[in-house]
């Protein structure tokens, strides 16, 4: 009877835990959307207006494995002390952080270029905000079918 009562207590411990564990988890699990980006980038930003132009973002259109998705932004800039970028956000509207990486520039970088990889859930937009020196904002979209990998299985 003793014994019974152990791992009845065991086990009543150790789905206790994996409860708490769950708990914790689970909102890191949740996939970002339009809206999550949307937010963010009024954290961000508030109600600036967000313009298109200016900025490429390079990505395949069909991403064999999610694991690893090439992404490339080019913003178009002088690059001088007054005109330049300051920084691009990468977002992902179907990971679950909504904003993948960021790069910063100075004018001392001469271009506003860089390159990176990143791992996809499933097929999803992907939005690039260049930021520049004069406080303008500029966006890209580009949408990527992921067909096998991604980082949700």
Same mark, same amino acid.
């Given at each position: 009877? *003793?014994?019974? /009562?152990?791992?009845? *207590?065991?086990?009543?411990?150790?789905?206790?835990?994996?409860v708490?564990?769950?708990?914790?988890?689970?909102? *890191?699990?949740?996939?970002? $959307?339009e809206?999550?980006?949307?937010?963010?980038?009024?954290?961000?930003?508030?109600?600036k207006?967000?313009?298109?132009?200016?900025?490429?973002? $390079?990505?395949? /259109?069909?991403?064999?494995?999610? &694991? @690893?998705?090439p992404v490339?932004? $080019?913003?178009?800039?002088?690059?001088?002390?007054?005109? +330049?970028?300051k920084?691009? +956000?990468?977002f992902?509207e179907?990971?679950p952080? @909504?904003q993948?990486?960021?790069f910063y520039?100075?004018?001392?970088?001469?271009?506003?270029?860089?390159?990176?990889?990143?791992?996809?859930?499933?097929t /999803?937009?992907?939005v690039?905000?260049?930021?520049?020196?004069n406080?303008? &904002?500029?966006?890209?979209?580009?949408?990527?079918?992921v067909?096998?990998?991604g980082?949700?299985?």
């Amino acid at each position: 009877m *003793r014994m019974m /009562q152990s791992a009845t *207590r065991r086990f009543v411990l150790s789905a206790g835990g994996a409860v708490a564990l769950a708990a914790i988890l689970a909102p *890191r699990l949740a996939m970002a $959307d339009e809206k999550a980006v949307a937010e963010e980038l009024k954290k961000l930003y508030g109600d600036k207006k967000i313009e298109t132009g200016k900025i490429k973002l $390079d990505m395949p /259109q069909i991403a064999e494995n999610g &694991l @690893v998705v090439p992404v490339a932004v $080019d913003v178009e800039s002088a690059m001088t002390e007054a005109d +330049h970028v300051k920084a691009v +956000h990468i977002f992902a509207e179907g990971n679950p952080q @909504v904003q993948t990486c960021s790069f910063y520039f100075t004018p001392a970088c001469g271009k506003a270029s860089a390159a990176t990889r990143m791992r996809l859930a499933q097929t /999803q937009n992907i939005v690039a905000v260049a930021e520049m020196s004069n406080g303008a &904002l500029y966006s890209a979209k580009a949408e990527v079918k992921v067909t096998i990998g991604g980082c949700g299985g």
